[in-house]
């Protein structure tokens, strides 16, 4: 058994708000036995995993840390929805903050990716997108730690390494992404020219957003590095 399923075993139960007592009777074993697995000093059967699914309405791929969709099933493209889809997740009650913010941080993104993909360099947009998710997943660590009562069992490394290794790991993605770009002739990135005038042009929509995250962005940097 790996080491993903004891946590994980962990984490439903706790997402489900029952004992270890009220889990082993539903599973049909001890509490004991429920206990050495959830610690990984034992390891289970088939059965066991196929009953622990049905009781949690997982799948056993999600179970074993093989997939992080509960169904077990990869994402692909046409799985992701679109990021201005309709639907509660898109829809944010009280301050007009975060829907303002997230439009400019959607926006620009359109037009990296865009950029990126006029590169038609894999390694770029790898390095990039690497840079990117990590961001994200370290601010979602921050929110996500806020209420105690939320299960540190969702990740996999824990809270008092994540934040520097991700750090580093973004620190190595900027500068792989640096040196992809420089082994390529100069000439190969004409098609990156960019100015405002050809953002205003080519991004009518979006260009407004990416200037005022640029001007946003370095006035932090300004202020956090008392810059005048």
């Not at 975060?98 to 359109?110: D, E, G, Y």
């Not at 947009?125 to 997943?137: I, K, P, Q």
């Amino acid at each position: 058994m790996n080491s993903d399923f004891p946590r994980i075993l962990t984490l439903l139960r706790k997402e489900k708000g029952i004992s270890q007592k009220e889990a082993a009777s539903h599973l049909g074993i001890s509490q004991a036995l429920l206990s050495h697995y959830e610690k990984g000093i034992r390891e289970c059967g088939l059965d066991f995993l196929v009953r622990c699914g049905d009781f949690y309405g997982v799948s056993v791929d999600y179970l074993l840390g093989r997939s992080p969709e509960r169904s077990g099933g990869k994402i692909t493209v046409e799985d992701i929805p679109e990021p201005d889809a309709a639907g509660k997740e898109n829809a944010f009650s009280g301050s007009v903050l975060p829907v303002l913010n997230k439009k400019l941080i959607a926006n620009s993104l359109n037009i990296l990716f865009d950029l990126l993909s006029r590169t038609g360099n894999d390694k770029l947009v790898t390095e990039v997108s690497s840079f990117l998710m990590l961001s994200v997943y370290r601010m979602f660590r921050v929110v996500y730690a806020i209420n105690p009562k939320n299960q540190s069992g969702m990740f996999t490394i824990p809270e008092t390494l994540a934040k520097n290794y991700a750090a580093a790991v973004m620190q190595i993605s900027e500068a792989n992404a640096t040196q992809v770009a420089s082994e390529q002739p100069a000439a190969e990135w004409d098609k990156l020219y960019i100015s405002t005038e050809t953002l205003a042009k080519e991004y009518p929509l979006f260009s407004t957003s990416l200037l005022n995250l640029i001007s946003n962005s370095e006035k932090f940097i300004g202020a956090g590095c008392n810059i005048k």
